[in-house]
């Protein structure tokens, strides 16, 4: 993946390997939105409680909430998948797409992290193609940052 900014745009180039890797994951990750179980890590990590100390309130909460914040990242989601060039090719985004593409590359990133149960203290097994994905999908995303910043 390469990436660069042409004026108000950022160009992001993706093999046909990388294509077919997000759509893979966008697919995947659609279908957890889709028929979430409450008690999967990835759902109460994407989800998480609005209130730690009162279980009534937070599922108050979770009521009011969880339905319009799934809609909103489905949405998001499908969007980036429409956007993806079928067997590789090149993005165009403009600052609304980004920040659409860093949202979703980012709920990505933490579902995939919560499976693997990534955490600051814990060392990657580099030999596990999963932790590959996770840390290809970190460097996309360091590089949209970095190009949105310019």
Known sequence: M???????????DLTGTEVDL???????????LEEPDPA????????PDGYTDDDEASEEYR???????????????????AELPEGG??????????????RVLNDLRLALGTRLEITDDNELDETDPSVNIYSWLTAVQDTLILNVME
């Open 63 to 81: 009521g009011l909430v969880e339905s319009d914040l799934r809609t909103e990242r489905s949405g998001r989601l499908q969007a980036c998948r």
């Open 22 to 32: 997000l759509a893979a994951m966008l697919d995947d990750f659609g279908l957890l």
């Open 2 to 12: 390469k990436a660069r900014r042409r004026g108000a745009l950022i160009r992001v």
């Open 40 to 47: 999967d890590p990835v759902i109460q990590r994407l989800y």
């Open 89 to 102: 090719g090149r993005l165009e985004l403009d600052a609304e797409a980004a920040d659409r593409w860093l």
